[in-house]
């Protein structure tokens, strides 16, 4: 199995409902987010897949979430915008955009701190 790995950063605020009193306040971050692609074969090429291809779709989603209000966007309408949905978010919306054979997410994390990270690992 090979296992590549990516690192992106983005800005945002959020609000969690039912959850610790001081986390329902408006609130941001600078989240760092680490995305894995796993793999069982290399291609001709003798990579598992271009690093420039995973980050130009990394860049599209997280220009998504830049800058934004998290609980705004669509895909957290019937959610909290928490660090293991977002995990979840970009995971799905990265696995959507390989189109590599053989090639798949294999799990993201989302740090919303230097000490707290949620991970997402994809089954």
């Known amino acids: 199995m090979y296992e590549l790995k990516v690192v992106s950063r983005f800005a945002a ?3 969690l409902k039912m959850v610790a009193e001081k986390c329902e306040n408006l609130h941001g971050h600078n989240w760092r987010v680490e995305v894995y692609v796993a793999g069982e074969a290399l ?6 897949m271009d690093f420039g291809e995973i980050k130009v779709h990394l860049r599209e989603i997280i220009n998504s979430l830049d800058h934004k209000f998290l609980n705004e966007l669509d895909f957290f309408a019937d959610g909290n ?10 995971a799905d919306t990265m ?5 590599a054979p053989g090639v798949r ?3 993201v994390g989302v740090w919303e701190s ?10």
């Open 13 to 15: 605020a959020h609000q």
């Open 43 to 48: 291609n001709s090429a003798g990579v598992l």
């Open 81 to 90: 915008p928490s660090s293991e949905n977002i995990a979840r978010y970009i």
């Open 105 to 107: 997410i294999s799990r």
């Open 95 to 99: 696995q959507s955009k390989i189109s």
């Open 114 to 123: 230097d000490d707290s990270c949620a991970t997402y690992s994809v089954a």
